[in-house]
T-cell receptor
Framework: NAGVTQTPKFQVLKTGQSMTLQCAQDMNHNSMYWYRQDPGMGLRLIYYSASEGTTDKGEVPNGYNVSRLNKREFSLRLESAAPSQTSVYFC????????????FGPGTRLTVT | AQSVTQPDIHITVSEGASLELRCNYSYGATPYLFWYVQSPGQGLQLLLKYFSGDTLVQGIKGFEAEFKRSQSSFNLRKPSVHWSDAAEYFCAVGSYSGGGADGLTFGKGTHLIIQP
């Protein structure tokens, strides 16, 4: 049981390049999330998918798109990377019910030059 | 919209001393509250959570937190810290709608330094 996995772990992009961050969970969770973490800012929600087939914007969605590929996988795409998107990106998942505890992946450190 | 305030950006505590990290939240309904810990270069680990019931909740690694509705607070405590407790601590509040869990709103974190 790997929990939440993210690929890649590190990435360097040039301004204007595109890339997709991958996230998968093997806990049969319904809901999945993408956060970004910047120094002194805590974690901020980018997009989430409360259930398979649905996606919604979070606090900071501009410049990103997401795809809930199936129940296990939730990807985050940067179409045209900007230096302001330099950050650490975390994927998380949770199941519906009384708990709502979110399980986090190890993160992807992205640098845009 | 919900919000979380962690008033202390840095806290320095001597090893063996007690610890209290402050968290205040703003949320329109009964909150779902969490404390997470992050060691350098690592992901987030859940320390404890509150949904309902007993307002004093116990977590892992000897941590506890007390929910005080009248003060909109959810402070984290530990009676005796260890050097391995040095990390970043995040308080978070959960938002939920009819569709399910909408996501967590995090505070900006408190960086805990342990002095020998």
């Amino acid at each position: 049981n790997a929990g939440v996995t993210q690929t890649p772990k590190f990435q360097v992009l040039k301004t204007g390049q595109s890339m997709t961050l991958q996230c998968a969970q093997d806990m049969n969770h319904n809901s999945m999330y993408w956060y970004r973490q910047d120094p002194g800012m805590g974690l901020r929600l980018i997009y989430y998918s409360a259930s398979e087939g649905t996606t919604d914007k979070g606090e900071v969605p501009n410049g990103y798109n997401v795809s809930r590929l199936n129940k296990r996988e939730f990807s985050l795409r940067l179409e045209s990377a900007a230096p302001s998107q330099t950050s650490v990106y975390f994927c998380a998942s949770t199941t519906s019910g009384a708990s709502y505890e979110q399980y986090f992946g190890p993160g992807t450190r992205l640098t845009v030059t | 919209a919900q919000s979380v305030t962690q008033p202390d950006i840095h806290i320095t505590v001597s090893e063996g001393a007690s610890l209290e990290l402050r968290c205040n939240y703003s949320y329109g309904a009964t909150p779902y509250l969490f404390w997470y810990v992050q060691s350098p270069g690592q992901g987030l680990q859940l320390l404890l959570k509150y949904f309902s019931g007993d307002t004093l909740v116990q977590g892992i690694k000897g941590f506890e937190a007390e929910f005080k509705r009248s003060q909109s607070s959810f402070n984290l405590r530990k009676p005796s810290v260890h050097w391995s407790d040095a990390a970043e601590y995040f308080c978070a509040v959960g938002s939920y709608s009819g569709g399910g869990a909408d996501g967590l709103t995090f505070g900006k974190g408190t960086h805990l330094i342990i002095q020998p």
